[in-house]
DNA sequence: GCTGTTTCGTTCGTCTATCAAAGTAAGTGG
DNA sequence: CCACTTACTTTGATAGACGAACGAAACAGC
């Protein structure tokens, strides 16, 4: 086996270890993964999101975001309130539960990794560092030109510097 | 930023990119992510797997993955058959046009990280692939079966400690 | 042999996620 | 003020996922 091959298949493991936990991450919190990853999004952003963003930043429809942001607000995690500036637009406003709720997700394969982590020693660390936004780079889908669906939402210009 | 979350941002990033990625992939190949997957699965053991064994594979039930295999049936990807040795089990077993939908699956995300993966001179690579594997012990600590590796090694420098 | 238990897969009912298309409301530029 | 665009919602449809209940087959232990 070669080393591309190595490669792709620790980077499945990667991808099939954290999609297994989202959906206990999810459930145990009482919220299904969607609609958890809105709650952080909005968390993220300081509380307070428009559709449109989360319909971006989630590379989903906004009819899907409407569908999930009603979901919130019926369980009173997070509340609409029509924009001022703007009135077409409605900003989703995190709530005092909506928080809890991001803050006791039970986020047991985070902690793992972060207590494993920061047990190695530093440059260790800053090997993982370069080579996990390495590989990030060859994956992002900036450069792509004939994918539409990876051209959804401005990834990274909110969240990662570079 | 610490170091800590530089690495969770990066892996967030490779997460995002190869979720948005496979909705593509799949929609190209005229079948959803998850019958996809279960194409690729039992593609990958050698054209034959049991129910069982997908859900496993997966993470989901076994309700779920008749379900998936009804839609491969009906489609001609895949053919059920009573197993011999154990007449519980179900043998699903893909057809040519199954084959052929994986092989023709347009894994562009996949093409591209192969090709920046094979660009990078030799050291490179194995720094990679080690940081790859340590991350992926450090996220998954269950199911080893998933994949064919491996322990981690070392990437050649004598004194990687643990 | 029998009888109870486990395992495998399916069926059924229900919920969530998602989209496309159509609709509504609000801003924008002649 | 009229046409156009933008932001969001509604509607109707399909897919994915689960748990519960079920039949069939294998496996116990006598």
Redesign the pocket.
């Known amino acids: 086996m070669d080393r591309t091959d190595q490669s792709l298949i620790a980077l499945r493991r990667i991808l099939r270890s954290t999609e297994l936990y989202t959906?206990d991450l999810a459930s145990a919190a009482g919220l299904?993964?969607?609609?958890l990853r809105v709650l952080q999004i909005v968390s993220g952003k300081g509380g307070t999101a428009?559709?449109?963003?989360l319909?971006k930043q989630?590379?989903?429809?906004?009819?899907?975001?409407?569908?999930?942001?009603?979901?919130l607000v019926a369980r009173g995690h997070v509340a609409?309130e029509r924009?001022d500036v703007?009135?077409?637009?409605?900003n989703v406003n995190i709530t005092a539960r909506g928080r809890a709720a991001v803050a006791e997700a039970p986020d047991a394969l985070q902690q793992r990794y972060v207590k494993a982590f920061e047990a190695l020693e530093g440059w260790e660390q800053m090997m993982l560092v370069a080579a996990l936004e390495r590989v990030a780079g060859m994956l992002d889908a900036r450069d792509l030109d004939a994918a539409p669906v990876l051209a959804i939402g401005d990834i990274g210009s909110s969240s990662v510097p570079h």
Chains 1, 2 share one sequence.
């Open positions: 959906r299904t993964p969607a609609q428009t559709p449109k963003e319909s989630m590379g989903v429809s906004q009819a899907t975001v409407t569908a999930l942001v009603d979901k609409r924009s703007d009135r077409r637009q409605t």
